[in-house]
């Protein structure tokens, strides 16, 4: 059972490793998300190496991501049906078992791309069943107190997994073989599983529906459909998600396609200047997620929202209008840091606020919807790149101070705590 902290006073920003579940659920996700990144360069890299073809390359990613967007709806709405630890464990045992099946596969030379494009296909499959639980599981191992400060500590650790796991990938395959990158993704699943299984939560109260009533059993489709009713229902849902897929259609356009043509075209400064901008963008964010958990307490979310929003299209603009390396290295930094900082109230507010009994499913609803807006922006961002990089800053600027204005316009949502 999770335990409650005593301290007296605001609760610090490590007062969450105090206990043996929380690091042991740290553990787990940092390594799952290492796995994850693992997973990205191993598919590709052995996918040129058997193909030679950047086209077969996409159809690769293509299955693993499809149905990871997909079944994201599926798994949240089992991750409230059924234990979320039980869904993570379940998760991270079946993709060690796929990675060192296609990792042995790749050293007996058995391995075809139709075998790449199966085991793609069911790694995303199962991987929509892991994160809407790691992020509904939180609640119910820590009190609402250190929710805060726990949410930083996991967002710092999935920020610095993200980072760091394509590299090590990238470094395996450079000294070995590719398909030893897949057992080394296994065992980081494999520990992930062993990790959290050891996580000892609160017992779950009996389940009741959105009304409080007794739940009766319904089907999978009627509890999907309920999950996202009842995120479309509250405003202040509507407003965090709202935000979320648009910082999520920043990601996705202007952090790639963006930056590239920015580094390339604009400043002048090729890769090297592309690595300084994604690092700036990575280690703001993970300041900005300490930060937030450091100060803690409970401020008034839906006007951090509104000023996320406004932030981000300042930098938007300052980046499609300034042509100055240091400028926009600043930018940059300053853009990922009011990211990371709004994400650690923002997450806390949902899991504080939601039933737990829908939360999963919240969630699952939020990141589905992250996953929709991606091709999107960078379909969209691509061809504004092609025109006009500035174009391209101007059109995401305006979306988020539209979005910041209509943050700023609904009480409801500035009163959010």
Avoid at 242 to 257: H, Q
Wanted: aromatic share 6%.
């Amino acid at each position: 059972m999770a335990t409650t902290l005593a301290d007296a006073g605001r609760p610090r920003l490590w007062a969450p490793v105090r206990h043996r579940s929380f690091r042991l659920l740290w553990t787990g996700q940092a390594l799952s998300l290492l796995g994850d990144g693992f997973s990205v360069v191993a598919f590709s890299w052995i996918t040129l190496g058997l193909t030679g073809s950047t086209l077969t390359l996409g159809y690769v990613l293509a299955f693993q991501a499809v149905p990871r967007a997909l079944f994201t709806l599926v798994g949240g709405s089992l991750g409230d049906s059924m234990s979320p630890r039980t869904l993570m464990v379940a998760s991270s045992w079946t993709r060690a078992a796929l990675m060192t099946a296609v990792g042995v596969a790749g050293l007996t030379g058995d391995l075809t791309v139709w075998m790449l494009c199966a085991a793609a296909a069911a790694f995303g499959t199962v991987d929509a069943f892991f994160q809407p639980a790691r992020v509904s599981i939180l609640p119910s191992v820590v009190d609402d107190e250190l929710l805060t400060p726990a949410n930083a500590l996991m967002g710092a650790g999935a920020r610095t997994a993200a980072i760091i796991g394509p590299a090590i990938g990238g470094l395996v395959i450079a000294l070995t073989r590719a398909p030893v990158a897949f057992l080394v993704d296994a065992a980081c699943f494999a520990l992930c599983g062993l990790c959290v299984a050891r996580v000892r939560t609160r017992p779950r109260k009996p389940r009741t529906g959105t009304d409080g009533t007794p739940e009766k059993q319904a089907s999978l489709a009627a509890r999907i459909r309920e999950g996202i009713t009842y995120t479309a229902r509250d405003p202040r849902l509507r407003t965090v998600v709202a935000l979320d897929t648009a910082v999520n259609f920043c990601y996705a356009g202007p952090f790639t396609v963006g930056f590239v043509t920015l580094a390339d075209q604009v400043l002048r400064g090729g890769s090297a200047t592309l690595g300084v901008l994604n690092g700036s963008l990575a280690a703001g964010a993970v300041l900005g997620t300490l930060a937030g958990g450091a100060l803690g307490g409970r401020p008034r979310v839906g006007l951090l929202v509104a000023a996320l929003a406004g932030w981000l299209g300042a930098g938007m603009a300052v980046l499609g209008l300034v042509h100055s390396t240091p400028v926009v290295v600043a930018t940059v930094l300053a853009m990922g840091f009011a990211i990371g900082f709004q994400g650690v109230f923002g997450l806390s507010w949902i899991q504080r606020n939601i039933p737990q009994n829908v939360l999963s499913r919240v969630v699952s609803v939020d990141m589905v919807l992250g996953y929709a807006v991606a091709p999107l922006s960078l379909i969209v961002c691509g061809v504004l790149a092609g025109r006009d990089v500035s174009a391209l800053f101007g059109v995401v600027a305006a979306l988020l101070a539209a979005t910041g204005l209509a943050v700023l316009a609904s009480k409801a949502v500035r009163e959010m705590r």
